[in-house]
């Protein structure tokens, strides 16, 4: 059965860092473009990051670029978000999903049960 | 960047039919995929593409797209279909981010 199950999460104070992970199951990891989405409390859905199937392709929302590093490691089935100068509108539950596609159709076909991320003082 | 726009809350009766809409620029260029959230859950893809419903998703949920507007129809909707409802598509920017809609809480009366 296909998985992925995320990690890392916590309270962490402004500024500060954190590193979130996911591990994948089930499919053959190397073969996906893989994401970050996140949700703060009460909001909507929130596109963060992605990265292409051998890492050679790598986006970020304008609202974490600079802040945030996303990464891979397809020998362990894993995906990886190193957070830093968190801020408290970083505050959220944090899901892995993974991309499936082509052309003009593309669709989150798989995301984790997600991961809480408290920013606060 | 792109937006999408859905309208906040909408309500169907049991058994009933109900249409969400998403509307956006990047929907003339790329189909839509819808998600189904309920509280305290993760996300769960119900539709994508031109006509493409995933395995294990009632056959009650379908979608169709025109120009800048991508909709979901559920047909006959139970009262496990109350949820917040998503649509995302590839920004058309030329950025290759995605874009998810503001979402739409469907209420089953």
Same mark, same amino acid.
């Given at each position: 059965?296909?998985?992925?199950?995320?990690?890392?999460?916590?309270?962490?104070?402004? =500024?500060?860092?954190?590193?979130?992970? @996911?591990?994948?199951?089930?499919?053959?990891?190397?073969?996906?473009?893989?994401?970050?989405?996140?949700?703060?409390?009460?909001?909507? %859905?929130?596109?963060?990051?992605?990265?292409?199937?051998?890492?050679?392709?790598?986006? /970020?929302?304008?609202?974490?670029?600079?802040?945030?590093?996303?990464?891979?490691?397809?020998?362990?089935?894993?995906?990886? %978000?190193?957070?830093?100068? %968190? #801020?408290?509108?970083?505050?959220?539950?944090?899901? @892995?999903? #993974?991309?499936?596609?082509?052309?003009?159709?593309?669709?989150?076909?798989?995301?984790?049960?997600?991961?809480?991320?408290?920013? $606060?003082? | 960047?792109?937006?999408?726009?859905?309208?906040?809350?909408?309500?169907?009766? %049991? =058994?009933?039919?109900?249409?969400?809409?998403?509307?956006?620029?990047?929907?003339?260029?790329?189909?839509?995929?819808?998600?189904?959230?309920?509280?305290?859950?993760?996300?769960?893809?119900?539709?994508?593409?031109?006509?493409? #419903?995933?395995?294990?998703?009632?056959?009650?949920?379908?979608?169709? $797209?025109?120009?800048?507007?991508? $909709?979901?129809?559920?047909? =006959?909707?139970?009262?496990?279909?109350?949820?917040? /409802?998503?649509?995302?598509?590839?920004?058309?920017?030329?950025?290759?981010?995605?874009?998810?809609?503001?979402?739409?809480?469907?209420?089953?009366?």
């Amino acid at each position: 059965e296909v998985h992925l199950v995320e990690s890392g999460g916590g309270l962490v104070k402004p =500024g500060g860092s954190l590193r979130l992970s @996911c591990a994948a199951s089930g499919f053959t990891f190397s073969s996906y473009s893989m994401n970050w989405v996140r949700q703060a409390p009460g909001k909507g %859905l929130e596109w963060v990051s992605s990265i292409s199937s051998t890492s050679s392709y790598i986006y /970020y929302a304008d609202s974490v670029k600079g802040r945030f590093t996303i990464s891979r490691d397809n020998a362990k089935n894993s995906l990886f %978000l190193q957070m830093n100068s %968190l #801020r408290v509108e970083d505050t959220a539950v944090y899901y @892995c999903a #993974r991309a499936s596609g082509y052309s003009s159709s593309w669709a989150f076909d798989i995301w984790g049960q997600g991961t809480m991320v408290t920013v $606060s003082s | 960047s792109s937006e999408l726009t859905q309208d906040p809350a909408v309500s169907v009766a %049991l =058994g009933q039919t109900v249409r969400i809409t998403c509307q956006g620029d990047s929907l003339r260029s790329y189909y839509a995929s819808w998600y189904q959230q309920k509280p305290g859950q993760a996300p769960v893809l119900v539709f994508y593409g031109k006509n493409n #419903r995933p395995s294990g998703i009632p056959d009650r949920f379908s979608g169709s $797209s025109s120009g800048n507007t991508a $909709s979901l129809t559920i047909t =006959g909707a139970q009262a496990e279909d109350e949820a917040d /409802y998503y649509c995302n598509s590839r920004d058309s920017s030329g950025n290759h981010r995605y874009v998810f809609g503001t979402g739409t809480k469907v209420t089953v009366l």
